[in-house]
């Protein structure tokens, strides 16, 4: 089992930055990839960026390419995602997930509400 505990979350204003952390704990040798995804109310949770084991290869939705920088430090299990520039559009609940052998893992998600 892979345990996650995202933080960094909060209110921000138009323009500010955040940077979001996920924590990884257990079995965490089995992790692949790691990511970032966000929902609203509502809606479908969708994703923002993903990055492989080595940290080496990224990849971003289109609103988030050259706002958010995800990074991961693999000697303290965490996963990073530096958002700069936000928007009001930005404001969801921000999960963090990393893929494992044979499931994927989910945190319980913090909030960022980015005010106009």
């Known amino acids: 089992q892979v345990q996650l505990v995202e933080s960094g979350g909060g209110l921000v204003q138009a323009g500010g930055s955040l940077r979001l952390s996920c924590a990884a704990s257990g079995r965490t040798l089995s992790i692949y990839a790691m990511g970032w995804y966000r929902q609203a109310p509502g809606k479908e949770r969708e994703f923002v960026a993903r990055i492989d084991r080595s940290g080496s290869n990224t990849d971003y939705t289109d609103s988030a390419k050259g706002r958010f920088t995800i990074s991961r430090d693999n000697t303290k299990n965490t996963v990073y995602l530096q958002m700069n520039s936000l928007k009001p559009e930005d404001t969801f609940v921000y999960y963090c997930?990393?893929?494992?052998?044979?499931?994927?893992?989910w945190g319980q998600g913090t909030q960022v509400t980015v005010s106009s």
């Open positions: 997930n990393a893929v494992g052998p044979l499931r994927i893992y």
